[in-house]
Nanobody, 125 residues
Framework: QVQLVESGGGLVQAGASLRLSCAASGSASSTWNMAWFRQVPGKQRTFVGA????????YYTDSVKGRFTVSRDNTKSMVYLQMNSLKPEDTAVYYC??????????????????WGQGTQVTVSP
């Protein structure tokens, strides 16, 4: 049984930082590629960033490059999203996702089989 549980969301002012955490259950979690997506009400869930299974490669959507960092600690089965210089347009529910199949990381929502319940991030102007 795969479970992903996000935490760390909250309300911050523009320019602030937040770190989201995703706890992954499952003995093989260190073999999964992991990603973060976000969703605004009434809009599609969109890709934020991803990390490969050993943490040696990351990939980001253009709007967060240089501000957000995805990392992981496989000894703790944790994945993180460090968000710096937050902007009001970063306001969304953030989801952690696991791809248990592919070797290469993907930005495609349909490639991720398992999802967390989401954590709200709100950035005020």
């Amino acid at each position: 049984q795969v479970q992903l549980v996000e935490s760390g969301g909250g309300l911050v002012q523009a320019g602030a930082s937040l770190r989201l955490s995703c706890a992954a259950s499952g003995s093989a979690s260190s073999t999964w590629n992991m990603a973060w997506f976000r969703q605004v009400p009434g809009k599609q869930r969109t890709f934020v960033g991803a990390i490969n299974r050993n943490g040696s490669f990351t990939y980001y959507t253009d709007s967060v490059k240089g501000r957000f960092t995805v990392s992981r600690d496989n000894t703790k089965s944790m994945v993180y999203l460090q968000m710096n210089s937050l902007k009001p347009e970063d306001t969304a529910v953030y989801y952690c996702a696991a791809d248990v199949v592919r070797l290469l990381i993907s930005a495609g929502k349909s490639d991720y089989r398992y999802w967390g319940q989401g954590t709200q991030v709100t950035v005020s102007p």
